[in-house]
C-alpha cells in the first residue's frame, strides 16, 4: 500500500507487486498480507529505510515476504536518488571571494575599502569583473 498523501510515490514497476493507494494512519508504505497490514515505513531518507530494514522482526510466515518488500523499497529508493541527483542537481555556484581578496584587490587598484565591515556592492562588481577578465 502507498498511502495517498504520498506526493511522489516509488512505482515499483519492475517488481511483482501490486500497488493499492490507500490512507495510511501512519507511515507512507505498507505491506499487506492476506488483507492485514503487516508493516508500515516512514520514508524520511535513505538512512531512516536503511535503520527501518536493519530492524530485526518477528519470525512469522510474513518475515520472507517483509524481507522481499524490504529489498525492493530499499532498491527502488537508491535508483531514485541516484536518479534525482543526477538529473535535478543544481548548478552549484562559486564561492564568494573572501573579503580579504577583494581588500586586497581594491589596495592594489587604488580603490578605499574600510578594512572591517562589509565591503560595497559596487567594489565587489569591481573585483568580480576584473577577476572575469583576468585581471588582477
Known sequence: MVDIRERYPFTF??????????PLSAGDYGLLVDGR????V??????DLVSWSATPRSSSST???????????FE???GELAVRGLEA???LAPAPPAPADV??????????VSGRG??????????????ARGAS
Do not use: G
Open 89 to 91: 542537481a543544481p548548478t
Open 76 to 78: 527502488e529508493m537508491v
Open 118 to 131: 562589509r565591503i560595497p556592492a559596487a567594489v565587489m562588481d569591481q573585483y568580480l569583473e576584473a577577476r
Open 63 to 73: 518475515t520472507a515476504s517483509l524481507a522481499a518488500a524490504q529489498v525492493a523499497l
Open 103 to 112: 581588500r586586497r584587490w581594491a589596495a592594489r587598484n587604488d580603490i578605499v
Open 13 to 22: 514497476a519492475d517488481r511483482q507487486a501490486t500497488i493499492r493507494r490507500e
Open 37 to 40: 497490514l503487516q508493516e508500515t
Open 42 to 47: 516512514e520514508r524520511k531518507s535513505l538512512a
